[in-house]
Antibody
Framework: EVQLLESGGGVVQPGGSLRLSCAAS????????MSWVRQAPGKGLEWVAS????????FYADSVKGRFAISRDDSKNTLYLQMHSLRAEDTAIYYC????????????????WGQGTLVTVSS | QSVLTQPPSVSGAPGQRVTISCTGS?????????AHWYQQLPGAAPKLLIY???NRPSGVPDRFSGSKSGTSASLAITGLQTEDEADYYC???????????FGGGTKLTVL
C-alpha cells in the first residue's frame, strides 16, 4: 500500500524558514515524480511544486518561485520542501502527493495524497 | 480567482443525479490538457476520483463519471448517497502559468 507521511509543520514568524518532509513507502520512490499541494484554511487547493524522479527537474508555482525549494533523497524515500521568506499567505495545510509517471508532465494528476502538515505563518 | 471555474455549491436528493462543471480556457482544458477530479471529505485529504477526463481509479464506484468538451470538463454523480457529501475539485495544466491549476472547489450537499 502506498503511504505518504508529512511532517515538519508548525508556527513560524513572517520572514522565517521551515522544512517539510514527506516519508514515502509502498512504491519505487526514486522513479516517481512527486509534488506538494497546499490548502489555505477554508480555501481551495493550490499546486506548489513538483520534482521528477530519476534526477529530473523541479517546477514551481509563481507564488513560491525563488522562496521555496523542492528536493528529494531517494536513499531515504523522502521528499522535502524547504521554505524561506515565509509570508502570512503561505499559511496552509501542505500535502505531498505522488505523480503517475517518472518525469513530471503536463497531464499529471496527484494520487495518492498524504494527510498533510499545517504551516502557520504568524507573529 | 481560480484559473478553472466551478460552481461554489450543488445539491441533490439521495438517488438523484448531479453534475459539477469546470470551465477553463484556451491555455488549459481548451488546449487539450486533461482534466482530473478529486473528492475531499470533511477533515480529510483529497482523493483522486477521475483522471484523464473520464477514467476511474480502482475502487471508485461507477456512479462517478467524467467528461470533457471544448474548454470545459464535467463530473457527474448518479445515485447520490449521503456519503457523497464533500468538496469536489477539478485540476488541469495551464500552459500560460506552466503549472498545474485547480478549480475553486464545489461543495456537494445531499439533501
Amino acid at each position: 500500500e502506498v503511504q505518504l507521511l508529512e511532517s515538519g509543520g508548525g508556527v513560524v514568524q513572517p520572514g522565517g524558514s521551515l522544512r517539510l518532509s514527506c516519508a514515502a513507502s509502498g512504491f519505487t520512490f526514486r522513479t516517481s515524480a512527486m509534488s506538494w499541494v497546499r490548502q489555505a484554511p477554508g480555501k481551495g487547493l493550490e499546486w506548489v511544486a513538483s520534482i521528477s524522479g530519476s534526477r529530473g527537474g523541479s517546477f514551481y508555482a509563481d507564488s513560491v518561485k525563488g522562496r521555496f525549494a523542492i528536493s528529494r533523497d531517494d536513499s531515504k524515500n523522502t521528499l522535502y520542501l524547504q521554505m524561506h521568506s515565509l509570508r502570512a499567505e503561505d499559511t496552509a495545510i501542505y500535502y505531498c502527493a505522488k505523480d503517475p509517471l517518472v518525469q513530471r508532465s503536463a497531464g499529471d494528476w496527484f494520487d495518492p495524497w498524504g494527510q498533510g502538515t499545517l504551516v502557520t505563518v504568524s507573529s | 480567482q481560480s484559473v478553472l471555474t466551478q460552481p461554489p455549491s450543488v445539491s441533490g436528493a439521495p438517488g438523484q443525479r448531479v453534475t459539477i462543471s469546470c470551465t477553463g480556457s484556451s491555455s488549459n482544458i481548451g488546449a487539450g490538457y486533461d482534466a482530473h477530479w478529486y473528492q475531499q471529505l470533511p477533515g480529510a485529504a483529497p482523493k483522486l476520483l477521475i483522471y484523464g477526463n473520464n477514467n476511474r481509479p480502482s475502487g471508485v464506484p461507477d456512479r462517478f463519471s467524467g467528461s470533457k468538451s471544448g474548454t470545459s470538463a464535467s463530473l457527474a454523480i448518479t445515485g447520490l448517497q449521503t456519503e457523497d457529501e464533500a468538496d469536489y475539485y477539478c485540476q488541469s495544466y495551464d500552459s500560460s502559468l506552466s503549472g498545474s491549476v485547480f478549480g475553486g472547489g464545489t461543495k456537494l450537499t445531499v439533501l
